[in-house]
Nanobody, 121 residues
Framework: QVQLVESGGGLVQPGGTLNLSCTASGRIYSILAGAMGWYRQAPGKQREERELVATITESGGTNYADSVKGRFTISRDSAKTTVVLQMNSLTPEDTADYYC??????????WGQGTQVTVSS
């Protein structure tokens, strides 16, 4: 099993910056060989409507949603257990619950509990 713990959400003004962090623990091989990422669920949306924000593979390859390209940056520490999402130039449309995600080599998906991000003046 893998546990994911997120931190860093909160209230920020439009144009502001916020960093989200997610640390994985548990089955170490699943973590080291897995891809990690962030998804978000906007207010009023269902779990099935979570949208990809950004992902990073065990080798450092990244992928971003078009809506965040150029504004968000995902990174992973050298231990490969912590992933950080740096979010710049935030807009109210970025308001959502953000969930950390890990996809391991067996196709098993793990989710964190989520952290709320609110962009408002």
């Amino acid at each position: 099993q893998v546990q994911l713990v997120e931190s860093g959400g909160g209230l920020v003004q439009p144009g502001g910056t916020l960093n989200l962090s997610c640390t994985a623990s548990g089955r170490i091989y699943s973590i080291l060989a897995g891809a990690m990422g962030w998804y978000r669920q906007a207010p009023g949306k269902q779990r099935e409507e979570r949208e990809l924000v950004a992902t990073i593979t065990e080798s450092g390859g990244t992928n971003y949603a078009d809506s965040v390209k150029g504004r968000f940056t995902i990174s992973r520490d050298s231990a490969k257990t912590t992933v950080v999402l740096q979010m710049n130039s935030l807009t109210p449309e970025d308001t959502a619950d953000y969930y950390c995600n890990l996809l391991d080599y067996n196709g098993q998906i793990y989710w964190g509990q989520g952290t709320q991000v609110t962009v408002s003046s």
